[in-house]
C-alpha cells in the first residue's frame, strides 16, 4: 500500500490580503476598491449560476448605447457593480458598456474612476458558456474638489492603476494586474473569498491557437487572410467561444492569438476600447504578450470617446507580431 502524505500548506491570501501586503501607496484604497469589486463579482456568480432557476436568462426588450439588444444580465450585472463601487466611496465615477453617458456616483472627492463591460459576452448566457466582467481602473486627473468628468477615463491604457476581469467558467476567476505581473484568484465558495491560486501568470512567446470569427473571413483585409491561412498551414488550433474573456484567458493559459479585426462593415472593428480592450492589454503585456490594433500598440492609444473601438490583436508576442508584418506588408 502507498503511503498517503499529507501536505499542509499555508492558507492562500485573499485579494485584500495580497495588496494590501504591497507596498504601494494607493495599496490600501487599492485593495478597498478591489473588496467592492469582488463583493459584486460574488453576487454574479451566483446569479449567473442561478440564472435559468431565478428566471433571469434573455431579453430585457432594451438596447445598450451600441445597439446591442441587453441581456436581463447584463443589467443587473451592472447593477450590481455600480452599487459595489459607489458603496466603497473611493470611485469618483463608472463608464460602462451599458450606459451611453458617465455614471457620477456621489463620491466626488473620490481619487479612481472605473470602466467596465459588467457582463461581457452576453449573447452565450443563454447556453450555459463561459462570460466574464472586465475592468479597469484609473487614478482621476480633474482635482477632488471638482466634478469629475468624461476626461478622467479618457486616459491611455498606460495609466490603468489595474486592470483585469472576472471569469465565470468551470470556476470564478479574478485575474488581475496592478503593473506588477499578473495574479489570479479563485472564488472558493467555501471560504466566500478569491483566493490566491496562481501568482504570477506568464504566456508562452509562440502558441499554437488562434481565435477570430472566421464567418467574416471574406471582409478581412489581405494581411488577415494570410495570417490565418499561415495559421492553417502551421496547423494551429482554431478555438473561438465568442465571448472575449474566456477566449483571451485560455490563449493566455496555453499560449494563443485572438483576432477582432476591422471588416468594411465595422472600420474600427467590434471591440470596445477602453472597457475590453485596454484592461486585457495591460493584462497581456505584464504576463509577456502583446496588443495592438494592427499598427500601434493599445496601451499608447489615446481614447477620444468613452464607447471608442478598435480592431484588436492580442496574445503571444511571436504570434501578434507576425500578423503585424502581415498587415503592414501590403
Ligand atoms: P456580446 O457581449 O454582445 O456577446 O459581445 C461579445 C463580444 C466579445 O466578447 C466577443 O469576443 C465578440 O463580441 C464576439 O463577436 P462576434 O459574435 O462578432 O464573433
Known sequence: MQNIMLITASSPLSVGEFFYKKTQPQASDLSLILDALTQAAKLVHVDVNRAELAGILGAIG?????????????VIA??????AFTKSGLIALIGSEENEGIILTGNDGAEYVVAMDPLDGS???????????????????????QTPTLSDLLQAGTEQVAGGYVLYGTSTLLVLTTGEGVQAFTY???????LLSNPLIQTKAEGKIFSCNEGSYHDFEEGVKNYLNHCKTQQFKGRYIGSLVADFHRNLLKGGIFLYPATPKSP?????????????????????????DGKNRILDIQPIALHQRTPYYIGSPNMVRNVMDLLQSK
Do not use: H, W
Request: glycine share 6%; hydrophobic share 35%.
Open 78 to 83: 451592472n447593477n450590481r457593480f455600480i452599487e
Open 268 to 292: 474600427q472593428g467590434k471591440l470596445r476600447l477602453l472597457y475590453e480592450c485596454n484592461p486585457l492589454a495591460f493584462i497581456a503585456e505584464q504576463a509577456g504578450g502583446l496588443a495592438t
Open 188 to 194: 472558493d465558495l467555501k471560504a466566500d473569498e478569491f
Open 62 to 74: 432594451t438596447e445598450n448605447v451600441q445597439g446591442e439588444e441587453q441581456q436581463k444580465l447584463d
Open 123 to 145: 449573447s452565450n448566457i443563454d447556453v450555459n458558456v463561459s462570460i466574464g466582467t472586465i475592468f479597469s481602473i484609473y487614478r482621476r486627473k480633474t482635482p477632488t474638489n
